[in-house]
């Protein structure tokens, strides 16, 4: 059986033939893979990407959050600003002295404590029933074995949770396990994309293994590259008219140098 996530944690059925059939005519093509054959040329580029924009925004910090915290605190980022998730995430904090406490608390009550994020009548069953399935699966409510296992098997065990998807599994691994599994947001996606580290049809969920195979093996250059991505996607290389001018990327990116370089020889 085969199934689409349509956004982070939601999937529906798809039928398995055409899966096959257009993964199998689809995976070698640039534009929905590596948009060069040269593979080593390309993880120099995400290496200097990833220097380069450290030295931007510094490097990225540890998170101190456990990772059943963590794990809370990204299904409320879920299609919410990070002020919104922050503001949610300390509200539950002061009203649940423990995470127990807030897997038996009344539904509606947690739902209006999170009014803040996106879609909270959803989030808070949500988030309930993943307290209980891991409280029915480890006979207590922690999730610190993570930290011990092996990154893969982190990653299979998260992903079957219902509501947790590759992203959300990867955030939890690398930012708190401190495991080297890179999370594909909107931002790195788009970013990579521009920058010709993928091919511009590659879907966010294809990117993580993408990306993750330019990138060396090592949680720290992973979690650079992460946040780096990000942080430029937020503050330069954004969605709406990307500020290549102020970009410290403009000599190595590919949208710079076939779509707006173009046009500024045509206007001078
Ligand atoms: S040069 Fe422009 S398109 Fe390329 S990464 Fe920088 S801001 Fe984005």
């Avoid at 450290?54 to 600003?81: C, E, F, N």
């Avoid at 307290?131 to 065990?157: H, M, Y």
Wanted: charged share 25%; glycine share 6%; net charge positive.
């Amino acid at each position: 059986m085969f199934y689409k996530e349509v956004s982070e944690g939601q999937k529906v059925e798809i039928p398995g033939e055409i899966v096959k059939r257009s993964s199998r005519s689809k995976a070698n093509l640039p534009e929905y893979s590596y948009p060069s054959p040269d593979k080593a040329a390309l993880a120099d580029k995400a290496l200097t990407v990833t220097e380069r924009l450290a030295v931007q925004y510094g490097p990225a910090r540890w998170s101190r959050k456990d990772p059943l915290s963590m794990l809370v605190d990204i299904i409320l980022s879920h299609r919410t600003r990070d002020q919104q998730t922050a503001a949610a995430y300390a509200a539950l904090r002061n009203r649940y002295a423990t995470w127990e406490d807030l897997r038996d608390a009344p539904t509606a009550e947690v739902e209006a404590t999170i009014q803040g994020v996106t879609w909270p009548e959803l989030k808070a069953p949500r988030l309930q029933a993943l307290l209980r399935r891991i409280t029915a699966e480890q006979g207590s409510l922690n999730l610190d074995f993570l930290k011990d296992w092996p990154v893969e098997e982190g990653a299979e065990w998260l992903n079957r949770l219902q509501g947790v998807g590759p992203k959300t599994t990867a955030c939890v691994l690398l930012f708190s396990c401190r495991k080297p599994i890179l999370p594909v947001d909107t931002h790195v996606h788009r970013v990579s994309i521009r920058l010709g580290l993928i091919g511009p049809k590659v879907t966010a969920e294809a990117a993580h293994g993408l990306l993750q195979a330019l990138l060396p093996n090592e949680a720290q250059t992973i979690y650079n590259f992460h946040k780096g991505l990000l942080r430029h996607g937020q503050q330069v290389c954004v969605y709406d008219g990307p500020r290549c001018q102020q970009c410290v990327l403009r000599d190595i990116c590919g949208y710079y140098r076939q779509v707006v370089l173009p046009k500024t020889r045509t206007l001078a």
